[in-house]
């Protein structure tokens, strides 16, 4: 497949293929969603529900991370500022909806690490293939953060509500070969072939007729939409504000005081 760069930030499109691959494009940031990759995973989306031609799509990470979940930078701000916090609540919302509305299907290759918001993003996506010797994490609440962009609803729907009890509320990472066997994901890889067979996958299912390949992926986002319905406005509410509690406006703090030392050394 050819590759062309001049597109946003995050998104690298494969000519003459129905095919299509987002990068998430930040490999010295550990793939983390700032502000502007952000804004770009969920421009690609949108795009890509434009594009009749677009039988199916594959979400990877540059280098050897999926993503880092959300960036210290942008957390910082957000605390600071609420109205960029609603815009990025808003844009998390946007996002799952997008996620679950899109026609065709969606493989995420996991090839490092899924945190946070990053695995979110991975879980989203309507099959999972993920690098067999890495992990999933959701540790916001561990910095005094809720999980507020929909890792509430797809944990407990995924692995049972016991196990995401267990791993939200410590945060502690989650074993690739746990995640398979609870079936949050479909199958593990070596690391070197996550994307190569993400993209078979993909072809193949981009053969299949179109409107069975949608009608049925709709028909199985229903119990995501209803469990959405009932619980997304609460977990983002509630993600809102968290940003104000004295423990992360600690940690925060306690971060920036440490760059800062760094920087004076």
């Known amino acids: 497949m050819s ?4 597109v946003p930030v995050g998104v690298l499109r494969s000519e003459g293929s129905p095919v299509r691959i987002l990068t998430l494009n930040r490999p010295a940031n550990r793939n983390a969603l700032d502000g502007d990759l952000h804004a770009a995973v969920l421009s690609a989306v ?14 990877t990470g540059a280098g050897d991370i999926f993503s880092a979940g959300g960036d ?19 844009r998390s919302r946007s996002l799952f909806k997008c996620l679950l509305d899109l ?8 090839n490092g690490p899924a945190v946070g918001a990053g695995a979110t993003l991975a879980l989203l996506c309507d099959i999972v293939l993920m690098a067999d010797d890495t992990y999933l994490a959701e540790p916001r609440v561990s910095i005094g953060l809720v999980p507020g962009d929909g ?7 995924l692995a049972g509500v016991p196990a995401a009890r267990a791993y939200l509320l410590t945060g502690d990472r989650m074993s690739a070969q746990e995640a398979h066997r609870l079936g949050l994901i479909h199958r593990l890889l070596p690391a070197d072939t996550v994307v190569t067979e993400a993209i078979s996958l993909a072809e193949r299912l981009a053969e299949l007729p179109p409107y069975s390949v949608l009608a049925t992926k709709q028909a199985l ?9 009932a619980a997304f406005d609460f977990a983002l509410n509630a993600e809102e504000q968290s940003f104000d509690t004295p423990e992360l406006r600690t940690l925060v703090q306690r971060r920036s005081d440490r760059s800062r030392s760094v920087k004076d050394v």
Do not use: G
């Not at 590759?3 to 001049?6: G, I, Q």
């Not at 210290?72 to 808003?90: A, C, G, N, Y």
């Not at 026609?103 to 996991?110: E, K, L, N, R, S």
């Not at 986002?221 to 319905?229: D, F």
């Open 3 to 6: 590759e062309r760069n001049d």
């Open 46 to 59: 949108r795009s890509i529900a434009s594009e009749p031609e677009i039988r199916a799509v594959v979400v």
């Open 72 to 90: 210290f930078e942008l957390i910082k701000h957000m605390q600071e500022d609420v109205e960029l916090r609603r815009l990025t609540l808003d």
């Open 103 to 110: 026609d065709v299907p969606v493989i995420a290759a996991v």
């Open 151 to 157: 890792a509430a609803i797809l944990w407990p729907m």
């Open 221 to 229: 986002n229903h119990q995501v939409h209803a469990m959405a319905s």
